[in-house]
């Protein structure tokens, strides 16, 4: 991680957007140390990042999928089959 942001450094690259995967999930207090000491501007996919002194977030409301889920299991209750529940995307963003 450390030879990408002396890379990014010296390629003057002018801010940094970090995406949400399994290895930067692990690795995110490590990229925002780095982003930090390299003086990179970064916007970050979640808010856990900014949590551990990232610059800002841009990203779905991680609780919100979690509320959908309550008017999923009312309408199969009802009655509905769940082949004729149409799939749904993010429709609520914080930053």
Known sequence: MTLHMKE?????V???VWMATPLGNENQVNTVE???KY???AIYAGHSVVDHG???SYGIDRDEPYR???VFVDKILKGTHPSEIPVEQ???FEL
């Open 54 to 56: 990232g610059l800002m």
């Open 14 to 16: 002018s801010a940094l």
């Open 68 to 70: 959908r889920t309550a």
């Open 90 to 92: 993010p429709t609520k």
């Open 39 to 41: 003086r990179l501007p």
């Open 34 to 36: 780095l982003a930090k």
């Open 8 to 12: 990014a450094t010296k390629a003057r």
